[in-house]
């Protein structure tokens, strides 16, 4: 959902390619969505309301959309101001040192939300980022050598999610959110291995997207 992987979207080991290498570490080090919460994000309202899984098989596309709702009012979201969904009072209380933004493949949009400086050994901070499409969210899947916990069903702000935490040399929360219209927003905390409960980690997420979605319904 980064990502820094130590932040979302880490590619496993191996060559890299001539513009990787030219990237910051910290930001060479996102951990791609995972083909596990991929697969979840695809949970959607099932009738009555319930929450149910939506497994696509990889020629299909995850579709999730809450009926009626829209898009949360985060359609137009773009390189230019995806890091604006979170506040600049919201990134103070983070501890934010550095907000950066990155355009995906196929018209996804992410923020770095550093908490360390620019080159840590072991960076620490948020990743937020929107996808218009099913198909700009699937793009990001990539092998990973974490390990995956169970991804967890809940909702955020009357919106199905799925939540997952990984484990590695730095442990991350990763949580999408159904926001309409076959989008998807995405949050991720990450930090070095054992600098962060489970539970912090969970909440960690959870909030950050519960702000950003009360905020842009405001």
Not at 97 to 105: F, I, Q, T, Y
Not at 126 to 152: C, H, M, N, R, W
Not at 155 to 175: I, N, S
Request: proline content about 4%; some cysteine.
């Amino acid at each position: 959902m980064v990502s820094e992987d130590t932040s979302t979207h880490e590619s496993s080991a191996g060559t890299l390619s001539p513009k990787e290498a030219a990237e910051p570490v910290a930001k060479r080090q996102r951990v791609r969505v995972t083909s596990l919460l991929v697969l979840t994000a695809a949970c959607c309202l099932a009738a009555g309301g319930s929450i149910g899984y939506v497994m696509a098989d990889s020629s299909g596309s995850v579709n999730a959309t809450a009926s009626g709702q829209g898009t949360a009012g985060l359609s137009g979201v773009s390189e230019t101001n995806v890091c604006k969904l979170v506040s600049g009072a919201m990134q103070q209380q983070l501890s934010i040192r550095e907000a950066s933004p990155m355009a995906e493949e196929k018209g996804g949009s992410s923020c770095y939300l550093m908490m360390t400086k620019d080159g840590a050994s072991e960076p620490a901070g948020f990743v937020v980022a929107f996808y218009p499409t099913a198909a700009s969210l699937q793009q990001t899947v990539d092998g990973t050598d974490v390990i995956p916990e169970k991804a967890e069903p809940l909702m955020v702000q009357g919106r199905a999610a799925a939540r997952q935490v990984l484990y590695g040399d730095a442990w991350k929360a990763q949580l999408t959110v159904d926001v309409g219209d076959g989008a998807t927003f995405y949050v991720e905390r990450f930090g070095p291995k054992d600098s962060l409960s489970e539970r912090e980690l969970r909440h960690s997420v959870d909030d950050l997207a519960s702000s950003v979605l009360k905020g842009q319904k405001g």
